[in-house]
């Protein structure tokens, strides 16, 4: 799918226009944003509440100390082009900057295979790279959604479509989101299996490489509130994000 398909001719005219008028581009997404302690892309643009997005790499050199065969110690002694580790990195990056534009992403799991691959060209590290994303959802149900999700990769100066990828999400509710709307039904078993899973996660706080530092509630009072019947609703969904907003 490309932009033509859902655009009109002066449409498509006034998305390039836009974009090039939109200056917060340049600005770095948060880690939180971005889903990664590696942030590379800038402010996603939205084209008037289309399903339509697009960014820019901003942080070339972050994104170049991936190194996909872990041999080497500096960043300009791998490949001088992208490896598809680098494409997939900026395209989990941009799904989920673009995805906060529509709904609280920190309240579901995702999962994404790949569908199509179209190398048009090489993509090299001197370059300008804008990234566009075009989102169809296919199905939705109270449980899930099943979406389509059409990438393509611009020389941003010339414009140039370097590739073009797609990719299909599953998206659900994450496991104790589900319990807190248990709970708040009057399922008072489920109290049990929420207090589990926060102290599961509180493992994995312990394991952050960047430890959260403005957590709104630790692991003792959440699951102290809990056991007196008290759903801590917005300390619970921060506390179950790995990343400070």
């Known amino acids: 799918m490309k932009i033509e398909d859902i655009l009109s001719e002066e449409e498509v005219k006034e998305y390039h226009n836009e974009w090039k008028l939109f200056d917060q581009k340049f600005v770095p997404e948060t880690e939180h944003h971005v889903h990664s302690g590696k942030p590379v892309i800038g402010k996603v643009f939205r084209f008037k509440g289309n399903p339509i997005f697009k960014t820019i790499i901003v942080s070339k050199s972050k994104l170049r100390t991936i190194d996909p065969y872990f041999l080497f110690k500096k960043e300009y002694d791998i490949a001088p082009f992208w490896h598809i580790v680098h494409y997939f990195v900026v395209l989990e990056q941009m799904y989920h900057a673009s995805m ?71 998206v659900e509710q994450r496991p104790y989101v589900n319990s807190i709307k248990k709970i708040k039904n009057g399922d008072t078993k489920e109290i049990e299996a929420l207090i589990k899973m926060v102290e599961s996660r509180a493992v994995w706080q312990r394991r952050l490489i960047k430890p959260r530092k403005k957590l709104l509630a630790t692991k003792d009072s959440l699951i102290t509130e809990l056991k007196k019947g008290n759903v801590l609703e917005d300390e619970l969904h921060d506390f179950f994000s790995f990343w400070d907003k």
Do not use: M
């Open 100 to 170: 906060r534009l529509i709904r609280d992403t920190d309240r579901f799991i995702t999962i994404d295979v790949p569908q199509e691959f179209e190398l048009l060209q090489r993509v090299f590290w001197n370059e300008t790279i804008s990234i566009e994303l075009i989102w169809h959802p296919r199905r939705h149900t109270e449980k899930y959604t099943i979406e389509d999700c059409f990438f393509a990769l611009y020389n941003d100066e010339s414009g140039e479509v370097k590739n073009r990828i797609s990719a299909r999400t599953f």
